[in-house]
Each structure stands twice: as structure tokens, then as C-alpha cells.
């Protein structure tokens, strides 16, 4: 039997403590005891199992000195029972504890009940215990039930672990994107750009970026459940960007996810643009290998990250101090008179032209920049030089070549960035990379990185570039991550916040 399960909220308390009261009487905790287990606690991990959108079944366990784990209740209503929803609450729950560091789990069950201990039996507890009349006010006596969370037990609770339907809003640029995954599997990814609109200002325009949004978002969201064939009511939890990026489009997805959530009663999870970014490599991969450093390159950021785990610990090692390299990318085409966005006509332009016939200046790389800002970057130098160097032979009439200079000025960005990147594997000791971002469809990076990597015996992962570009997808994907290692939702309190520090994955 295949059950949708999703973490518990709040909002679950009424139907949650009906099936309470149902299966345990007398000895059911009081609805107040209820409440507080469901109040965000990170020292608890409840979950629902859900039959279309009925409740049928919780459970939940407490982890609090991280090393062992208790099941503090586990119920399914009369009906459901023997259809192996108990079992799949208790996959879930081993699942979680292990994955939050727990090395046992304990469980007491009644005496009376030998159909429960027969299950747990089947899911590695033996008794350890057993207290007398612990149930009371019957006397029944509890059996106390101990498992070694052994790779085995957990890989068992994993195989059998229905994964989460996430539906994911980006909205923190001029993407208006909207992905639905399950798991680790895409499902759909929709996405409605703003790009146009900008062009003749010659870089995004926040204000009409936000109206976009407004715009898109509605036939992007229906356009992606129609393509993933599930309606919103089969989600199990919603993902939204929340930081970093422009503070006005950031708003419009925040306040649809949050609207989303509120009429659906499903969970919502406020995530981090930059990760979501690293956490889209799931979808290809069907797992994140890390650690691993991750350059993300796109009009709005530049950044170098060390990812030792994807959902627990990002580290921002450096980013741009001016410019983001699509910005320079923007603007230098924009003086070249090429049009936007820049990438893609610079790309082209200098397809015919020699890199090496301009030795424009590389940012932050003299030695004493690489002591003090080893993983940072700076374009505007590089965009100050080129309008110079423009502007002089445009002076004295030469006649020059657009494509020597578009390839040198894509040369000095693209060396640049494979140094600092390459440096920071080495340093780290991580032999891998992942590339992000719009700035990635560059073939002259790609190839760069490539032949770098290979020669520093680094692993180079470039996921497709629909998956590179700012898209809902990478928001669903991390969501479904934080999702399966258990972390409980965010509550509807979280704001968007334009800046965004990247070591805050989830915004609670
Ligand atoms: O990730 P993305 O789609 O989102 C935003 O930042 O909005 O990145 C867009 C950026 C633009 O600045 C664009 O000029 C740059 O990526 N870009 C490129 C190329 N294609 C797009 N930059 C260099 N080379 C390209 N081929
Ligand atoms: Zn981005």
C-alpha cells in the first residue's frame, strides 16, 4: 500500500489527536501534550500519513543528546490498520533518526499488543525491559524495545520510504520558475523569463522583474502540475526561495508559497537561491556527492562554496566584491554595442576572435589579493579596462576587432574564475566541482574548467543548463533534501530577505 507522508504541523493537531483519542483511550496524552509535540521543536521529528488529504496515521520521535532516538508515539486509525502504514510511519522514523546522527532508538509498547512488537521485531527492536503496570490507569506493563540503527536497519527504512512530492518557487531574479520533484526525480520545471522586458535598459530592472512575477506565476504554477500530471492537492510540501536576490521579486514568490500553503494545510520550507543551486545536481545524479566546492556564476552572484553537507553546513569562501560575472558580461557587451543579455553575443562574438590579443587585467589575483581575498572576485576593473582600451583605439581611429576583444575580455573572466575555483579544490582537499548559474552556458568556461579540472584530477560536474538558470526545480529539489533528512518545516513567520547569508539553508 502506498501512502503519501509528509512532517506534521500545527495545523494537524485536530485530526492528528481525534485518531489519538481513538487508539489509545484512557491512555491518550492530553491534547495540550499533543499541541506542544507539534509546535516546531528541533529536538522532534513528527510526520503525517495521509490518504488523499485525510490524516490516517502520525508519528514521531524525540532526539535530544543526538545519540539515541525515542519513539514518542505512533498511531493509525482502525480502519487503516494491517495495511502496512504502521510499518511505513516506523521507516520513516528510523530513516530520520539516523540521518540526524542517532546510533539507537528506543520504543515501549503495551504488552497486551502482540501484533506492534511482532512489527518491531520485523524492523530490528528486541526487548531490552519490561515495566510493570506502566500503563496506567489499566496497569498494563510496557515492553521496552531497543534497535541498533545499523546500516542494514537503515538502508531497509530508506528502500521502503515513499518519496516527497515538492512543488518549488524561484522568483529571486527574472526567472519566475516552478518545478515539481519527487524525491530525487524531476517531475517538471517551468519556467517564465522577464529577460525581454529588461532588454533595452540593458540589465534587470527589479521593479518590472516583481510585476513579472505577479504575471507568470499563476499560468507557470498550473503549467508545471499539468506537465508533472498531479494536482496541488497530491503535493506533500512546498519550497520557496526566500534569499538571496531582489528584495521586491523575492516577495511575490514568498507571499504565493505562503498562500499556497496556508489554503492547502501543506508544509512549506523558506530555502536558500545559492544551495538550491548545488542541490539541483540530485536530479541528474540522483544523489549530491560532498563534500564539494561549487562556483556560481549568473548576473546576480558570483560565489565560491564549500558544501560539506547539503543540508547541515555550506560555507561561503568568497564572492564577488563589485560585479557579478553576468553583470560584466552584461555590461562590456553593452559597450561592445552587442546587445542583451551579454553572454550568449559576447560567447558568439568572440568565437572568431583571439583571446590572447588583449591581455586585460585579471581581478584579485596579484599575490597580495590572494592572500587576502584568495576566493573573491572583482569584474569592475575588467569592465573599466575594456571601455578604456574601447575608447583609446576609438580615439585614434582604429580600426579594431569586436571579436579580439570580446574573446580576450571572456578569456580574462573565465581565467579567473577556473583559478580561484581550482585553488579553492586544492586548498580544501576536495577534488570536485559543481558549476551553477546562467554564466555557465559559456563555452569558453566549460572548456576551461574542463581541461583544469583534468589536469588537477578534479571531479567537474555541470548540470544541463536548464537545470544551471535560475529555476524552480533546484528550490523543489532542496526542499525534498531537507525534506527526507527530516527537518521539520518552516513556520509561516519567515520573510524574504534579499541577503541572505548562503550558511542559511533553511529559513525556520
Ligand atoms: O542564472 P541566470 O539565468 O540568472 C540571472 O542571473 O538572472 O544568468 C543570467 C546571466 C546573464 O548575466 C547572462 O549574460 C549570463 O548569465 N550568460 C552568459 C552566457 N549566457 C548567459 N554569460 C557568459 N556566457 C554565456 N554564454
Ligand atoms: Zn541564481
Not at 521529528?45 to 545519540?67: H, K, M, P, S, T
Not at 510496557?142 to 516527497?164: F, G, H, N, T, Y
Not at 555541470?462 to 521539520?488: F, K, R
Request: hydrophobic share 45%; aromatic share 4%; glycine share 10%.
Amino acid at each position: 500500500m502506498d501512502f503519501a507522508m509528509r512532517p506534521a504541523v500545527e495545523a494537524d493537531l485536530h485530526e492528528i489527536y481525534a485518531i489519538e483519542r481513538a487508539s489509545f483511550g484512557s491512555t491518550a496524552w492530553p491534547q495540550q501534550m499533543m499541541q506542544t509535540e507539534l509546535s516546531p521543536n528541533p529536538n522532534r521529528n513528527y510526520f503525517v500519513a495521509l490518504e488523499g488529504d485525510r490524516i490516517v496515521g502520525y508519528a514521531g520521535i524525540g532526539v535530544v543528546d543526538g545519540n539515541h532516538a525515542d519513539v514518542m508515539t505512533i498511531a493509525v486509525t482502525a480502519e487503516q490498520r494491517g495495511k502496512g502504514l504502521g510499518r511505513a510511519l516506523m521507516n520513516r522514523l528510523i530513516s530520520v533518526a539516523a540521518k540526524r546522527g542517532a546510533r539507537e532508538m528506543f520504543l515501549e509498547v503495551r504488552a497486551d499488543n502482540p501484533v506492534a512488537q511482532g512489527l518491531y521485531e520485523s524492523l530490528g527492536f528486541t526487548q531490552i525491559d519490561l515495566r510493570r503496570a506502566y500503563y496506567q490507569p489499566e496497569g498494563i506493563d510496557a515492553v521496552i524495545m531497543r534497535a541498533d540503527l545499523s546500516a542494514k536497519v537503515l538502508e531497509r527504512a530508506q528502500q521502503a520510504i515513499r518519496e516527497p512530492l515538492v512543488l518549488g518557487i524561484e522568483s529571486s531574479c527574472d526567472e519566475t520558475g516552478v518545478g515539481i520533484v519527487r524525491g530525487n526525480t524531476l517531475l517538471a520545471n517551468v519556467i517564465a523569463s522577464s529577460m525581454d522586458a529588461h532588454a533595452r535598459f540593458g540589465g534587470v530592472v527589479p521593479e518590472i522583474a516583481a510585476r513579472a512575477h505577479l504575471e507568470s506565476l499563476q499560468p507557470t504554477l498550473r503549467q508545471a502540475l499539468r506537465t508533472a500530471g498531479v494536482s496541488l492537492s497530491e503535493i506533500d510540501a512546498i519550497a520557496v526561495t526566500n534569499g538571496p536576490g531582489l528584495a521586491g521579486a523575492l516577495m511575490v514568490g514568498v507571499g504565493a508559497a505562503k498562500a499556497l500553503a496556508v489554503a492547502t494545510g501543506k508544509p512549506i520550507y523558506a530555502v536558500n537561491h545559492l544551495v538550491g543551486h548545488v542541490g539541483v545536481d540530485v536530479l541528474e545524479r540522483g544523489e549530491v556527492v560532498t563534500p564539494t566546492i561549487a562556483l556560481l556564476v549568473s548576473g546576480g552572484h558570483t560565489s565560491l562554496l564549500l558544501v560539506r553537507d547539503l543540508v547541515s553546513d555550506v560555507e561561503l569562501l568568497g564572492e564577488t566584491i563589485d560585479d557579478a560575472a553576468g553583470e560584466a558580461f552584461d555590461k562590456v557587451a553593452r559597450l561592445l554595442g552587442l546587445g542583451y543579455p551579454g553572454g550568449p553575443v559576447i560567447d558568439q562574438a568572440a568565437a572568431t576572435g583571439n583571446p590572447k590579443a588583449v591581455r586585460f587585467p585579471r581581478g584579485l589575483t596579484l599575490p597580495k589579493d590572494m592572500e587576502k581575498h584568495r576566493y573573491d572576485f572583482s569584474f569592475s576593473g575588467l569592465k573599466t579596462a575594456v571601455a578604456r582600451w574601447v575608447e583609446v583605439a576609438e580615439a585614434k581611429g582604429e580600426d579594431f576587432s569586436v571579436a579580439d576583444v570580446a574573446a580576450s575580455f571572456r578569456e580574462a573572466v573565465v581565467d579567473v574564475l577556473v583559478t580561484k575555483a581550482v585553488a579553492a579544490c586544492l586548498d580544501n582537499n576536495v577534488p570536485r566541482l559543481l558549476l551553477g548559474g546562467g554564466v555557465v552556458a559559456n563555452r569558453r568556461l566549460r572548456e576551461l574548467a574542463a581541461e583544469r579540472c583534468e589536469a588537477a584530477g578534479i571531479e567537474l560536474r555541470i548540470p544541463a543548463l536548464s537545470l544551471c538558470t535560475d529555476n524552480g526545480a533546484m528550490i523543489a529539489a532542496l526542499g525534498a533534501q531537507l525534506i527526507m533528512a527530516g527537518h521539520e518545516p518552516s513556520t509561516l513567520d519567515f520573510a524574504a530577505d534579499s541577503t541572505l547569508s548562503v550558511t542559511s539553508i533553511q529559513t525556520s
